[in-house]
């Protein structure tokens, strides 16, 4: 799974993309179906901002942005966010129950239903 990070106005060290990447990791580990994930990490001035897109097979695919002062705590609260969002996913296509194909028939018939046959009486 390819997993790309890129930091806009700052620089980025070793050890907390490696962060990054392992939580990155962790995700593929809640659903198989994902496909890429792109982290974004900007600094705006005393703001710090993680962005996390995953693409996944079935579906759109899932973003999660926060906002916060400490890079750390905005990275942990996105990854939450989309693993949360990935459950979530993940359940949905779990409990959708196939479709009978072919033509919808009732399940029993009632006596309601029934055609009657019209009273033939012998002609006098």
Known sequence: MPIQVFANHMHLGDEARQRVVEKAEHIRRIFDGVLTVHVTLDAEKERRVAEIV???SHGAPVVARVTTQNLNEAVDLAFDKVEAQLRKHK????????????????AAATPDDAVEAPDERPAD
Do not use: L, S
Not at 91 to 98: A, G
């Open 54 to 56: 995953a693409n996944v």
């Open 91 to 106: 359940d949905r296509i779990r409990d959708r129950r196939p479709r009978e194909h072919g033509a919808a028939t009732p």
